[in-house]
């Protein structure tokens, strides 16, 4: 049957018929080929597009636009927030106003800020403005296209507010006299006050205390707030005609001050004023008034009134009626009527809800202050209680507890290092870590000609102990493991029994560098070549061998010069052996266990990667066998529907 096959196409192959067939399978395949090739193209150019799309977003690409009407704004800036902070004072103006305008007094004065008020309504047309040029991320790019800002602004709900604010009501006439009323819209600026809040919040290095005066700045705008109410309320009610047990404002709750003239009018009086003859307590009761007239009659002309204007005393027992009622403390006359009623009420839930939150957050506050303190605390006393029941000697004990106390002083226990490493991008912490770390580092000799990119991978690895006075921070004769930069404090180069300080070194020094740094031709190969200990408190940064040697396998120069640097301290001190150099175990620094053990790890990663190679490929074989069975599959179906089209061409020549 094969051989049927192959003769019949062979035949085929031979004819006229399979060359014609061959041209039109081509013909199939080059159409093919020119769809897919237009997909392609197609999709070359959604890929442009988006590129050039990107490129606008990339402010490095941006068009060049100059001229002040161009301008963009970082939120995050300085300049944004000193913005901010004028705009908070601005929205705080109506927070403050329109309230207080139930004071018939202040009206006048109310009247003569009329141009501050412009000023105000200009600030706030401009805050506007900025808003829509205000940058945002997007796709972790700041966009800086100004119609994009704008969009974007424009879908934000803050941009009601904003032109809620700028509406100028007052000149609609809507609210007849109450001209002060009609600004009451700018309170939609108030959400500028919150914003004030957060950036200040990220801002300060004190956010307890701003947290404090944030609360007792709400606790005075409700306070205010309720008061003004009061008021309105009592001049409903005709606060003039009120007395001293009406729950509604009184002049006679709040009278103006009368003071002994006495002391300062009639010196030579002195004697009369101080007299105690006016006790009234010892009289009996029907002598009392009469006692009291003539009281009366004896101050006359003898007192002094200090005079508070109207509004000092509506607005001042206003204030004070609130802030008793809110703060639930009470002591007040009770209402009389239904709504007075349901206001007292009402005040008192707000001021329930208030009180709730103050104590809550001043409590939060507080515990929040004072809790890295109680934490070390509790270390502190644990260990105490530790070393009373170890029975560990006084000595020791003192030690230990001056150690806490040196910790404390210094910050160390303030911050939670590993908390905050933890937190951060790995990127930004080595940033800071480096910022901080960097002048230390720079100032040791050792890597005064260093990479920068080593003293970066080193600062990462770097870790601060603190070391008490007369501690011994490596002994001679000890296996090296890891080196020291001295940050704070004075550390001694000693004997072996302490006796002879052969150097004491300061901040910015190294040492423990010999033994780890495998120098060939070191005598003391790996050993530590003299002990060393703390002068006093030494904070010492810590360099682990391991660590110190993986960055260097990536820097070789800078371990050249590293070694050539530990070379010229030995021979100094005769510590050389050129006989050893050749014996050397290679530049791997570290025993022969280490170095086996670090070409095990070698040999794991090469084997990981073989592997993921050989997958890799194993997958790609499978898609090409697919792809391969695809196009057979696909021409075979060419070549049979070749085959009928022929066959029927043929009938019709036939029939013809
Ligand atoms: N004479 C010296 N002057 C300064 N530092 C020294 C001296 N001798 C030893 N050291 C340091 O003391 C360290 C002890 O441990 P190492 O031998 O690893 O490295 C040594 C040097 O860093």
Not at 37 to 47: M, P, S
Not at 266 to 283: A, E, G, M, S, V
Not at 291 to 309: P, Q
Not at 560 to 567: A, H, M, Q, T, V
């Amino acid at each position: 049957m094969s051989e049927v096959v192959s003769t019949t196409s062979s035949a085929r192959r031979e004819t006229l018929g399979g060359i014609v067939y061959r041209i039109y399978a081509l013909r199939g395949w080059v159409r093919r080929a020119r769809k897919r090739l237009h997909l392609f193209r197609k999709n070359d150019v959604d890929i442009e597009t988006n590129f050039r799309e990107a490129i606008r977003e990339n402010p490095e690409e941006e068009e060049e636009k100059s001229g002040i009407f161009h301008f963009t704004v970082d939120e995050h800036s300085n300049s944004f927030y000193l913005w901010t902070c004028l705009i908070s004072l601005v929205a705080m103006h109506p927070l403050i106003f329109t309230a207080l305008s139930v004071f018939n007094d202040i009206h006048p004065f109310l009247r003569r800020t009329g141009p501050f008020n412009l000023i105000f309504d200009l600030l706030n047309i401009m805050d506007l403005i900025v808003h829509t040029r205000i940058e945002y991320v997007e796709n972790g790019v700041a966009v800086k296209n100004l119609s994009k800002l704008m969009h974007h602004r424009l879908k934000s709900k803050f941009f009601i507010l904003d032109v809620i604010a700028v509406v100028p009501a007052e000149s609609l006439e809507v609210f007849g006299q109450s001209f002060f009323w009609a600004r009451i819209n700018r309170l939609t600026k108030c959400y500028r006050l919150f914003d004030f809040s957060t950036q200040t919040d990220t801002r300060t290095t004190s956010p307890h205390a701003f947290g404090l005066f944030k609360l007792i700045f709400i606790c005075l705008v409700i306070f205010h707030w309720n008061g003004c109410l009061y008021f309105h309320i009592s001049k409903f009610y005709n606060y003039t005609t009120a007395r001293l047990e009406h729950w509604i404002f009184s002049y006679d709750k709040i009278i103006n001050p009368i003071l002994a003239a006495c002391v300062t009018d009639i010196p030579n009086d002195k004697d009369f004023c101080d007299t105690d003859d006016f006790l009234i307590t010892h009289l009996p009761d029907n002598e009392v008034q009469s006692t009291v007239t003539s009281f009366m009659d004896t101050w006359n002309n003898k007192t002094r009134t200090l005079k508070f204007d109207n509004f000092f005393r509506q607005y001042a027992l206003s204030f004070y009626w609130s802030a008793l009622t809110l703060v639930t403390l009470g002591e007040q006359p009770s209402p009389c009527t239904t709504f007075q009623n349901a206001f007292e009420i009402g005040d008192t839930l707000l001021g329930l809800v208030i009180f709730a939150v103050i104590v809550g957050d001043v409590g939060n506050m507080v515990v929040a202050i004072n809790l890295r303190k109680s934490e070390f605390e509790n270390v502190l006393d644990g260990c105490k209680r530790f070393m009373v029941y170890r029975k560990v000697p006084n000595l020791l004990r003192k030690k230990a507890v001056e150690y806490f106390g040196y910790v404390w002083a210094h910050g160390g226990a303030q911050v939670d290092e590993e908390e905050i490493a933890e937190f951060l991008p790995p990127r930004l912490f080595g940033e800071i870590a480096v910022e901080i770390h960097m002048d230390t580092l720079k100032k040791v000799k050792l890597f005064e000609d260093c990479d920068p990119r080593l003293l970066y991978e080193l600062i990462l690895k770097l870790q601060l102990r603190v070391y008490s006075p007369m501690d011994y921070i490596c002994k001679k004769g000890e296996v090296g493991t890891e080196m020291y930069i001295v940050k704070e404090g004075f550390v001694e180069v000693v004997s072996e029994d302490g006796q002879t300080i052969f150097v004491t070194l300061p901040a910015g020094f190294v040492f423990g560098e010999l033994s780890i740094l495998n120098i060939p031709g070191n005598k003391n190969k790996n050993l530590r070549t003299a002990s060393v200990r703390s002068k006093g408190y030494s904070d010492l940064y810590v360099l682990d061998k391991e660590d110190l040697w993986e960055a260097l396998r990536e820097y070789p120069q800078a371990k050249d010069s590293l070694i050539e640097k530990g070379i010229q301290i030995l021979e100094k001190d005769k510590m050389i052996d050129p006989n050893m150099v050749d014996d050397e175990e290679g530049d791997f620094g570290g025993s022969i266990e280490e170095y086996l053990e670090h070409l095990e790890k070698e040999i794991l990663k090469i084997t990981t990667i073989v592997d993921d190679a050989e997958k890799s490929i194993h997958t790609s074989q499978q898609r090409m066998k697919t792809r391969l069975f695809g196009m057979e599959m696909e021409l075979i179906g060419e070549m049979r529907r070749m085959g009928k089209g022929r066959k029927n061409r043929w009938k019709g020549v036939t029939t013809f």
